[in-house]
Each structure stands twice: as structure tokens, then as C-alpha cells.
């Protein structure tokens, strides 16, 4: 330490003289002027590679995950030496998190992909193996879990509620989003909110029954990756009726979406129904009217079959949706 700065180094020898030795020499070298310096500067703490990692990447990294990387920067673990940081700190640190393990697994998940790339990308001495193997013992000691995939599918009762609440809301004010229609689209479109509200008229190919979903949520990539889907019948009816009043088919905010549809339930009395739930229902309902794997990926957009393979118990029950009478009120209620 000199001057308040301090830099550790460690290597391992197996006679006392040559450690000795070791030491001497290098603190021979770090006495230079400006050598301290030098090598704090390539041995930043982990909060400068969050900083440089939310500033320099090219993709969006989404609100959510940019918000859990500020979090992680407010924790003593982020001010540690990169080159510091061992499996045994990372393990503290998920254990100091509040909330159920599937939480903290995904500050797991976006801490890993710092590591993943700090190291080639800035030279930063952050070892990935350490990530590695933190996440590995987590895992294994339940401190992580990955996130149960939800089952909760509404019930015609529910939506018949939902749809008469908001087209009385919207005879009363106007000016009101018409959640009706947005909750009927994403039901037989299968579309997540944000993927509705970045659809537009240029892109909609009635003839094709088709539309191109900019930017689709994927694993690995998001910005980029427009794939077109198809349209079942009635979510075409529902575009149909919408007004033409600017670019974007439904020119509304995600956000403005999950609130209105949150708060509905609450008053409603409606427990447990996420809007994302819908989607779930769209794709169980094609499964029960008998389409197979692809033609139900050719809707929903996935890319991997796998990922349909949850639906595969679902029996062939027919179309509980045909002759729906909110089909028609989602329509006719502009």
C-alpha cells in the first residue's frame, strides 16, 4: 500500500528464498512512478466493467436487466479489484439477495454475462470460470433456481369480465386505450405486449395472413430479429377493426398494456392472471383444436420446438373460442 493505493498479487513457491526473492523484485518494480498506478487502472472494480458493459453494448439489454445491473453495482461485491473476485465472493453475494431463488438466479444470469466478456472485450481480470463455478455450488445449495414455467390459463368468465370492464371504460372515456381489442388480439395471436405494439400496417400481409414481429424475443438475440407469423382468422378480424391513425397497428406503450390490465384484474377480483398468460391460452388453444408443432410455431414464433414440447400432453378438445360471443363485442365496441 502507498499513498492510500493498494494493489495485492499473489503467487505460490515452494522455498522460502525464492518467495523472498519474488517479493523484492516486484516491489522494486511497483515502486516506479506511475507502475501502482498503471496496474490499478487494468484491475478496475467489477462496477467499472457494469458501467462499461450498460454504456458500450450494442444491443438493448432491456429495462429490467439494466435496472438489475445497477442494483449489483450498489453492492460491496462491486467494488472489488476484478481480478479479486472469486467463486466464494459471488456466492455471498447471491446469498445476501432478498426475494425466492428464481430471483436471484436471474441476478446470476446477467452478473455471469459480465464475466463472459470482460476479460477478451477490456482485458478486464474478471475470471469466468469463478462465475462459473459460483453458479454450479448455487445451484446445487438452492441459493438459485431457474423460474417455474407458469400454468395459469383464464377462464372464459374471466376474459367475458375483462372485456365488459374495458368496453364500458372506453363508451365512458373515448379516449381510453381499447384493451378489449388488444386483449383479444393477444389471445389469438399469440403475441407478447410488446411485440403487439411494435406491429405495423406496413408490415401486415392480409392476403398472406401474416405479419412481421420486429425485434422477437429470443434467447440470444433480440434487436434484429424480425420473423414474420402467421395470423389466425380472428386475430386479422381484430386488426381489422382497428383504426389507421398512425404507423403502429396498436400505438400503445407495454407498460400502459400491463397496467391497465393489472389494475382490471385487481378490481375485478381477477387472482394470479398475467397478461403474458394470454399467450399461453392462444397457443394451448391451437393445440386443443389439433394443430401439430409446426403449424402452431408458424403462430407463436418459435424457433425451437422444443420449447412447444410443454403443450404436447394437451387432448384435442375442439375450439372452446368458436362461436364466442366476445369475439364478435371486441369487434363491434371500436
Same mark, same amino acid.
Given at each position: 500500500?502507498?499513498?492510500?493505493?493498494?494493489?495485492?498479487?499473489?503467487?505460490?513457491?515452494?522455498?522460502?528464498?525464492?518467495? #523472498?526473492?519474488?517479493?523484492?523484485?516486484?516491489?522494486?518494480?511497483?515502486?516506479?512512478?506511475?507502475?501502482?498506478?498503471?496496474?490499478?487502472?487494468?484491475?478496475?472494480?467489477?462496477? @467499472?466493467?457494469?458501467?462499461?458493459? #450498460?454504456?458500450?453494448?450494442?444491443?438493448?439489454?432491456?429495462?429490467?436487466?439494466?435496472?438489475?445491473?445497477?442494483?449489483?453495482?450498489?453492492?460491496?461485491?462491486? !467494488?472489488?479489484?476484478? %481480478?479479486?473476485?472469486?467463486? @466464494? !465472493?459471488?456466492?455471498?453475494?447471491?446469498?445476501?439477495?432478498?426475494?425466492?431463488?428464481?430471483?436471484?438466479?436471474?441476478?446470476?444470469?446477467?452478473?455471469? %454475462?459480465?464475466?463472459?466478456?470482460?476479460?477478451?472485450?477490456?482485458?478486464?481480470?474478471?475470471?469466468?470460470?469463478?462465475?462459473?463455478?459460483?453458479?454450479?455450488?448455487?445451484?446445487?445449495?438452492?441459493?438459485?433456481?431457474?423460474?417455474?414455467?407458469?400454468?395459469?390459463?383464464?377462464?372464459?368468465?374471466?376474459? !367475458?369480465?375483462?372485456?365488459?370492464?374495458?368496453?364500458?371504460?372506453?363508451?365512458?372515456?373515448?379516449?381510453?386505450?381499447?384493451?378489449?381489442?388488444?386483449?383479444?388480439?393477444?389471445?389469438?395471436?399469440?403475441?407478447?405486449?410488446?411485440?403487439? #405494439?411494435?406491429?405495423?400496417?406496413?408490415?401486415?400481409?392480409?392476403?398472406?395472413?401474416?405479419?412481421?414481429?420486429?425485434?422477437? @424475443?429470443?434467447?440470444?438475440?433480440?434487436?434484429?430479429?424480425?420473423?414474420?407469423? !402467421?395470423?389466425?382468422?380472428?386475430?386479422?378480424?381484430?386488426?381489422?377493426?382497428?383504426?389507421?391513425?398512425?404507423?403502429?397497428?396498436?400505438?400503445?406503450?407495454?407498460?400502459?398494456?400491463?397496467?391497465?390490465?393489472?389494475?382490471?384484474? @385487481?378490481?375485478?377480483?381477477?387472482?394470479?392472471?398475467?397478461?403474458?398468460?394470454?399467450?399461453?391460452?392462444?397457443?394451448?388453444?391451437?393445440?386443443?383444436?389439433?394443430?401439430?408443432?409446426?403449424?402452431?410455431?408458424?403462430?407463436?414464433?418459435?424457433?425451437?420446438?422444443?420449447?412447444?414440447?410443454?403443450?404436447?400432453?394437451?387432448?384435442?378438445?375442439?375450439?372452446?373460442?368458436?362461436?364466442?360471443?366476445?369475439?364478435?363485442?371486441?369487434?363491434?365496441?371500436?
Amino acid at each position: 500500500m502507498r499513498e492510500g493505493s493498494t494493489y495485492h498479487e499473489t503467487k505460490t513457491f515452494d522455498r522460502r528464498p525464492a518467495a #523472498t526473492a519474488w517479493i523484492k523484485k516486484r516491489e522494486k518494480e511497483l515502486a516506479k512512478p506511475g507502475a501502482l498506478e498503471e496496474l490499478n487502472a487494468s484491475d478496475p472494480p467489477l462496477s @467499472k466493467a457494469i458501467e462499461r458493459y #450498460t454504456e458500450e453494448t450494442v444491443k438493448d439489454i432491456g429495462r429490467t436487466k439494466a435496472q438489475v445491473l445497477r442494483t449489483i453495482a450498489t453492492y460491496p461485491i462491486a !467494488d472489488l479489484p476484478c %481480478s479479486t473476485i472469486k467463486s @466464494k !465472493d459471488i456466492i455471498e453475494f447471491l446469498q445476501s439477495l432478498p426475494g425466492q431463488p428464481q430471483t436471484v438466479g436471474n441476478y446470476a444470469s446477467h452478473l455471469a %454475462s459480465i464475466f463472459a466478456i470482460a476479460r477478451p472485450m477490456w482485458d478486464f481480470r474478471l475470471d469466468d470460470r469463478e462465475m462459473r463455478d459460483a453458479i454450479t455450488v448455487a445451484r446445487r445449495m438452492g441459493i438459485i433456481s431457474r423460474s417455474a414455467q407458469r400454468t395459469r390459463r383464464p377462464t372464459l368468465d374471466e376474459i !367475458d369480465r375483462l372485456l365488459a370492464h374495458f368496453i364500458d371504460r372506453r363508451q365512458r372515456t373515448p379516449q381510453a386505450m381499447p384493451m378489449h381489442k388488444v386483449i383479444v388480439f393477444a389471445l389469438f395471436s399469440t403475441r407478447r405486449q410488446a411485440e403487439i #405494439t411494435r406491429l405495423t400496417w406496413d408490415d401486415f400481409q392480409k392476403e398472406h395472413k401474416r405479419i412481421l414481429v420486429r425485434d422477437m @424475443k429470443h434467447p440470444g438475440e433480440k434487436l434484429g430479429n424480425d420473423t414474420w407469423v !402467421d395470423l389466425p382468422e380472428e386475430a386479422i378480424r381484430i386488426i381489422d377493426s382497428m383504426r389507421k391513425s398512425k404507423a403502429e397497428i396498436f400505438p400503445y406503450s407495454p407498460d400502459a398494456i400491463t397496467a391497465n390490465f393489472t389494475r382490471a384484474c @385487481k378490481l375485478l377480483g381477477i387472482e394470479d392472471l398475467h397478461f403474458h398468460d394470454l399467450r399461453h391460452e392462444g397457443i394451448s388453444r391451437l393445440f386443443e383444436m389439433g394443430w401439430n408443432i409446426p403449424h402452431v410455431a408458424a403462430v407463436s414464433g418459435h424457433r425451437s420446438w422444443v420449447s412447444l414440447k410443454r403443450y404436447t400432453h394437451i387432448r384435442e378438445t375442439g375450439d372452446k373460442y368458436a362461436n364466442w360471443p366476445g369475439m364478435l363485442l371486441a369487434i363491434d365496441n371500436t
